[in-house]
């Protein structure tokens, strides 16, 4: 194995000998290793942008959004989803964001193309709202040249309308991604530049926690158990003129 500039992120977790890998970074006495994530942006950025009322809900009512994929797709009850259903349904969610055609989900979940596209289609006829917002973004991509992150980055497709179907597959893909995807980096980037402290609440005083690693947007905190750390929660304040806060944990 090799790794350039590891970090913890970049272990690998899915297979047993990966998560052998990652039992050997632990902690000294009394410390933690405290994983922060923004939960789930492109789709809670895509549930914005589709509007979609199943999507929305979802988020509101806090529901692990894979789980809730795999019980809309398969038709099956909670209590039936394994391991393995849960992991085809974050392949399709995050598939229908990247434009994933059958073709690429059958390969990735090593299934026949027919039922790549079942599933695709499965998902569209309960994410009504994501199948609206795709359709309109690629009809209008297809009619200006180009797609738009919510903060306007203009990314420009000289393919949407190319006689050659693979580059305008392709395009395609790009105009359903920048929207979603593209607007995560806006994001992502807009509050670093805002400049990002680690604070924590719950106490007047404790010890300091340690930033082990940052692989943007995923940061790694090496801090102490103690009590009032335990009570307290992981934010990242903006140093805006407002003083925003974003809360992690």
Partial sequence: MSSSSPNL?????RTEEGKEIRSAFVPKDDWLLVAADYSQIELRILAHCSEDSL?????????????????????VFPA???PDLR????????????GMS?????????????????????????YKGVKQFIDDTIIKARKTGISCTLFDRIRHLPDMNSSNRNLRLFAE????????????????VSVERAGLTLVYSGATQGPQANLANLVVPLPSIYC??????????????????????????
């Fill in 224 to 249: 102490p158990t103690a009590p009032a750390w335990h009570k307290s929660f992981l934010v990242f304040r903006c140093a805006t003129e407002n003083s925003s806060t974003i809360l992690i944990y």
């Fill in 55 to 75: 999507l929305i809900k979802a988020f509101l009512d806090d529901e692990d959004i894979h789980t809730r994929t795999a019980e809309e797709v398969f038709q």
């Fill in 102 to 126: 059958p073709y690429g989900l059958s390969k990735e979940l090593d299934i026949s193309q027919k039922m790549a596209k079942n599933y695709i289609n499965s998902y569209f006829s309960r």
């Fill in 9 to 13: 992120q970049n272990i690998p977790i």
């Fill in 173 to 188: 893909r790009v105009a359903i991604n920048t929207p979603i995807q593209g607007s995560a980096a806006d994001l992502t």
């Fill in 87 to 98: 992991r085809q349904a974050k392949a399709i969610n995050f598939g229908i964001i990247y």
């Fill in 80 to 82: 039936m989803i394994t």
